[in-house]
């Protein structure tokens, strides 16, 4: 656990070579700590070689899409990976760069990717995610996503059965997003927090999310305020 040092891209290529060597870990903590494209670039071969790794947090650091491109051939090998934070500024190349390489991770329960991927990046993302259909918790949110991209998510979405935590706050999913995302709602009868606030979405989404969040007999956490 390093969380919350000011380690950047120079003591992240310092890590490295360290790191590469601990083909056991199970858990690294690397989250608010000024790591950015040239850090993650640095980091990217020690983590190829954590294949055993099952929680990566990267969370709040600087890593844009080219640092998302970089990492993505190792995490690539994460096949036993349970968690992972990717709320950088990786954006729809780095979302688009990292979608191959999210199908691979059979195991995967808890995905957080941001920000800004927009709807570009939903795109991409949506046919991968259709296929973890073991995840537990997705968060998407603070992505800038639009009608456009909950249109492309939703079938994805109801493939995803056994989710039980879905954060799309803080995009622009307005009124015709929320129609678009409501059909697969249905289909998740094992949610226990949905949260769609501030997306703009006013009485017509209302009564399209409505039959939807009836059937959700589990869930415990709503939130729709904007």
Same mark, same amino acid.
């Given at each position: 656990?390093?969380?919350?040092?000011?380690?950047?891209?120079?003591?992240?290529?310092?890590?490295?070579?360290?790191?590469?060597?601990?083909?056991?870990?199970?858990?690294?903590? *690397?989250?608010?700590?000024?790591?950015?494209?040239?850090?993650?670039?640095?980091?990217?071969?020690a983590?190829?070689?954590?294949?055993?790794?099952?929680?990566?947090?990267?969370?709040?650091?600087?890593? =844009?899409?080219?640092?998302?491109?970089?990492?993505?051939?190792?995490?690539?090998?994460?096949?036993?990976?349970?968690?992972?934070?990717?709320?950088?500024?990786?954006?729809?190349? =780095?979302?688009?760069?990292?979608?191959?390489?999210?199908?691979?991770?059979?195991?995967?329960?808890?995905?957080?990717?941001?920000?800004?991927?927009?709807?570009a990046?939903?795109?991409a993302?949506?046919?991968?995610?259709?296929?973890?259909?073991?995840?537990?918790?997705?968060?998407l949110?603070?992505?800038?996503?639009?009608?456009?991209?909950?249109?492309?998510?939703?079938?994805?979405?109801?493939?995803?059965?056994?989710?039980?935590?879905?954060?799309?706050?803080?995009?622009?999913?307005?009124d015709?997003?929320?129609?678009?995302?409501?059909?697969?709602?249905?289909?998740?009868?094992?949610?226990?927090?949905?949260?769609?606030? =501030?997306?703009?979405? =006013?009485?017509?989404?209302?009564?399209?999310?409505?039959?939807?969040?009836?059937?959700?007999?589990? *869930?415990?956490?709503?939130?729709?305020h904007?």
């Amino acid at each position: 656990n390093l969380h919350a040092n000011w380690i950047e891209d120079e003591g992240a290529a310092a890590l490295a070579p360290a790191l590469g060597n601990m083909t056991q870990l199970q858990t690294l903590d *690397l989250s608010y700590t000024h790591i950015g494209d040239q850090g993650a670039t640095a980091l990217a071969p020690a983590l190829g070689n954590m294949t055993q790794l099952q929680t990566l947090n990267l969370h709040s650091n600087w890593i =844009g899409a080219q640092g998302a491109a970089a990492l993505a051939p190792a995490l690539g090998n994460m096949t036993q990976l349970q968690t992972l934070d990717l709320r950088n500024r990786i954006g729809a190349q =780095g979302a688009t760069a990292l979608a191959p390489v999210l199908g691979k991770m059979t195991q995967l329960q808890r995905l957080y990717l941001g920000n800004n991927i927009g709807d570009a990046g939903a795109v991409a993302l949506a046919p991968v995610l259709g296929n973890m259909t073991q995840l537990q918790e997705l968060y998407l949110r603070n992505n800038q996503i639009g009608v456009d991209g909950a249109a492309a998510l939703a079938p994805a979405l109801g493939r995803m059965t056994q989710l039980q935590e879905l954060s799309l706050g803080s995009n622009h999913i307005g009124d015709g997003g929320a129609a678009a995302l409501a059909p697969a709602l249905r289909m998740m009868t094992q949610l226990q927090e949905l949260y769609l606030d =501030g997306n703009q979405i =006013g009485d017509e989404g209302a009564v399209a999310l409505a039959p939807a969040l009836g059937r959700m007999t589990q *869930l415990h956490t709503l939130w729709l305020h904007e």
